[in-house]
């Protein structure tokens, strides 16, 4: 398992497994306007004889986004993140291939399609619920992703845990970009991530997703 899907992988069980009994909690969230969400689209009912059952289409993952987002430039290759999307043959993908430019191709049905969309938002959807409702006082955490201008702000502080840090800074945005491909997205793909402090609204931290810190340090985020 790469380096970063692994990270990823544990920052998603632990924020659900602490997300369980806050089912209730309403948080908000800012967007800079409508059009800049995801498309909502309802999966269609499948049926025996539903072509989209057996009709495979190919999302292809850019280099860029492979190496720098999808791995780690460092340690892992398109061969190691193609053999971590292998695992989840057949049930998400009918075939990963990794191809000579480094660029992943995951064949897919549109079920298999539809269920990592669906995957994705879900993550997406459970860590920004628990990132707003653990906001500490007198100032409430908030985020604005715009997923169109690929830009996420983020406001905290110090007293942010580094799970959820890492998982609002780092894991949204990397399923940000696996929605981006999964809606026919091509070509390379990042993210700029500004953190301000929500307290005084200073802008402490600007970075690429593909340049993200290795490791996120609460007290660089202010008090």
Request: proline residues 6%; contains cysteine; glycine residues 6%.
């Amino acid at each position: 398992m790469t380096k970063r899907i692994q990270y990823l992988a544990t920052i998603f069980i632990t924020v659900a497994i602490i997300l369980l009994p806050m089912q209730g909690c309403s948080p908000s969230k800012e967007t800079t306007n409508q059009t800049d969400r995801q498309p909502t689209s309802q999966p269609k009912k499948h049926t025996e004889n539903n072509p989209d059952d057996t009709k495979t289409q190919d999302i292809v993952f850019d280099p860029f986004f492979v190496k720098y987002i999808m791995g780690d430039e460092k340690h892992d290759g398109a061969q190691k993140v193609a053999a971590d999307m292998q695992t989840r043959v057949p049930e998400d993908y009918t075939k990963i291939t990794v191809a000579q430019d480094g660029s992943i191709v995951a064949t897919v049905t549109e079920k298999q399609r539809q269920k990592n969309i669906t995957w994705h938002k879900k993550m997406n959807s459970i860590t920004e619920q628990d990132f707003l409702c653990n906001g500490k006082k007198p100032c409430s955490y908030r985020y604005r992703p715009s997923e169109k201008d690929r830009k996420l702000s983020v406001w905290l502080d110090k007293n942010i845990s580094k799970l959820d840090a890492s998982a609002i800074l780092y894991g949204n945005p990397l399923s940000y970009g696996y929605l981006y491909y999964l809606n026919g997205g091509t070509g390379p793909w990042d993210m700029q991530i500004t953190v301000y402090n929500c307290h005084t609204g200073k802008m402490v931290q600007q970075f690429m997703e593909s340049e993200r810190p290795s490791d996120f340090d609460p007290t660089t985020f202010g008090n």
